[in-house]
């Protein structure tokens, strides 16, 4: 058996941080190389543009880090490093596609905001259990916004409302908060009223438990609500998280007798909604789009538009993202084609939706199986801390699980889009893709998961 | 610079930066291991042996327990009248399914089930269906019957 001495102390946390920015460091300077190889000219050139980031994302981790340290925390030292080396291997993607100017977006919309709600987590882990009290509004705010959006929101160019144009401020996505405040919102009612619920439930057809449906309407409400507003916003990637994430959390806070029934009842409920709306409600042309692209992405039948021909055929329409998705895919091979060396710019939105088609072309199959893996261990971590959380704990607990469900079904509709295993819908990669709000949500997200661990820790000693 | 050196060196440094992203994974893995191995061979993770039993100090109207008598517990136990919990109550007084009794492998947690007649901790009542935590050496209440929780 091991003793206790030899994992008090930070010391994998500290090796894998350097490994982290040692990674950061080298695949930004091939990156840079070798986009200066391409076009002949001299290779060193470059170089001094990514010594900035590079220290910056050091520093942040390492203050991070040397807090954890200064509080004598030993729990959790994996999460935090998983969660920026799958940030760095992102950073270099998102630099390699969009350049210096992508990259510094990147870390100042995202990464330094984010990483500085991790620390406040880390510094005051009782912030994140006084966040109880304060979950009804924040969550209504985070319905309010893209509820907002859907009103008043920027429109793109492809018809859909995702950003919201507060004042002066850059535009903001808000399709991500309104998971978080569904994650919190549920957490928070399961908490409040869900042992209630269950001990109230009614026994119905036999071995069916029935809670009093009066506990039922608010959160089948709060979906409703955001199921609408990201519907209106053209946001159908969100609208699936959104359902993934309810019955999920339903399935974590109550015992299977009533999560069956409550979900049987939802199953008869969008039975009877779909039937109406299949004769009612046309299909928006993008999911239908999606739909052809996913069957047959090289189909050569004429593409129409509201019944009438548009003049080019599916392949030159919806399929070419996911063709060329594939033909990079292909391109990059088992160890891919060299940082810089490949072609990810014929792929629409590499930035972002089709992140991890670049990190597949340009690192290839031995850098993208292991990001897999990485985003498991992150999963297997959030879910073992929620097991070992006292029952007091239920809220944490619940959006412990909340945040994992939220992880992981991203990365599998998006990864599983990319390479046309399911229809493809825009979500972003948690902690790769460029996005300011999405990339500080998962890192706030990795904050709460860290000050959870604090809390256990100071109540066991 | 000579091309052909670059290209063996950009090629070179390409698996040099596969091995070190492997590396951090080798070490996840086993800091995981550890960590796991630590928690089974310290017993905490799995508190199938509570450290703890209830005194009965008080039975009420119960039938079957005797004043003094101790109740082994386990990490989770349900109280009540009904023949299906863990530790049956026989008094009227004492509902169905009354209460649960748990320790989370640091501290005991008690959560009413909606019963009656109340759960008294320390003479005050649980809130019904909100589990809190429980000091050791409490006075506990469930209906007429009183029982202390002894380490």
């Known amino acids: 058996m091991l003793s206790r001495e030899r994992v008090s102390g930070r010391g994998i946390e500290a090796l894998l941080l350097f490994l982290v920015v040692a990674v950061l460091a080298l695949g930004l300077a091939l990156t840079s190389i070798g986009l200066q190889v391409r076009q002949d000219l001299n290779p060193v050139v470059e170089l001094p543009a990514i010594v900035p980031p590079v220290v910056l994302v050091a520093a942040l981790l390492t203050g991070a880090h040397l807090l954890l340290r200064r509080q004598r925390r030993t729990m959790e030292q994996v999460l935090l490093p998983v969660a920026g080396l799958l940030f760095a291997l992102g950073l270099i993607a998102v630099f390699r596609v969009r350049g210096t100017e992508g990259m510094w977006q990147q870390l100042l919309r995202g990464f330094v905001p984010g990483m500085g709600v991790l620390m406040l987590f880390i510094w005051r882990p009782q912030t994140v259990e006084s966040m109880r009290r304060w979950t009804l509004p924040l969550s209504l705010v985070g319905l309010a916004l893209p509820i907002a959006t859907a009103v008043f929101g920027v429109v793109d160019e492809t018809g859909a409302r995702l950003s919201l144009q507060l004042g002066p401020l850059p535009p903001i996505q808000t399709s991500d908060m309104v998971k978080v405040a569904l994650i919190f919102f549920l957490a928070w009612y399961i908490e409040r009223e869900g042992n209630e619920a269950a001990g109230r439930a009614r026994i119905v057809f036999g071995r069916l438990r029935l809670p009093p449906v009066r506990h039922l309407i608010p959160g089948g409400m709060f979906v409703a609500l955001g199921t609408l507003a990201l519907v209106q916003m053209q946001d159908h990637g969100a609208v699936l998280i959104l359902g993934i994430l309810f019955v999920g959390m339903l399935y974590a806070g109550f015992e299977t007798r009533i999560f069956v029934t409550v979900g049987l009842l939802g199953l008869v409920m969008t039975v009877l909604v779909g039937a109406v709306l299949a004769f009612t409600w046309e299909v928006p042309t993008v999911i239908r789009y999606r739909f052809i692209a996913f069957v047959d992405p090289w189909s050569e039948a004429p593409l129409l538009l509201d019944g009438e021909p548009t003049g080019i055929t599916v392949a030159q329409g919806p399929g070419y993202q996911i063709q060329q998705s594939i033909y990079a895919t292909i391109a990059g091979g ?63 607990r619940l959006v412990l699980v909340g945040v994992a469900i939220h992880l992981f079904t991203q990365v599998f509709v998006m990864v599983g889009g990319t390479l046309n295993l399911i229809p493809l819908t825009g979500v972003t990669i948690p902690f790769m893709s460029q996005g300011g709000v999405a990339l500080f949500v998962n890192l706030a997200e990795i904050g709460i998961a860290m000050g959870l661990a604090a809390r256990l820790e100071e109540a066991r000693r | 610079m000579d091309l052909i050196n670059l290209n063996t060196l950009l090629f070179a440094f390409k698996w040099v930066f596969v091995g070190l992203i492997y590396f951090a994974l080798i070490v996840v893995v086993i800091a995981v291991r550890r960590e796991m191995g630590l928690r089974l061979g310290g017993g905490q993770a799995l508190p199938s042996a509570a450290p703890g039993r209830l005194i009965v100090v008080n039975p009420g109207g119960a039938v079957g327990i005797r004043a003094g008598s101790t109740i082994p517990l386990r990490s989770e136990n349900s109280l009540g009248a009904e023949p299906d919990n863990d530790i049956v109550l026989e008094d009227t007084f004492v509902s169905g399914h009354h209460a649960r009794l748990g320790w989370d492998g640091a501290e005991w947690w008690l959560e009413d089930l909606g019963s009656k007649n109340g759960t008294f901790v320390n003479q005050r009542q649980c809130r019904p269906y909100k589990p809190e935590p429980v000091p050791p050496g409490a006075a506990l209440r469930l209906g007429e019957i009183k029982f202390e929780l002894a380490e």
């Open chain 1, 334 to 396: 088992l160890s891919g084609t060299g940082l810089g060396l490949g072609t990810p710019s014929y792929v629409p939105l590499a930035h972002s939706d089709f992140i991890y088609t670049v990190v597949l072309e340009e690192m290839g199959a031995v850098v993208g199986l292991p990001v897999l893996l990485l985003f498991v261990v992150v999963m297997l971590r959030l879910l073992r801390l929620a097991a070992i959380l006292p029952p007091t704990q239920n809220f944490e």
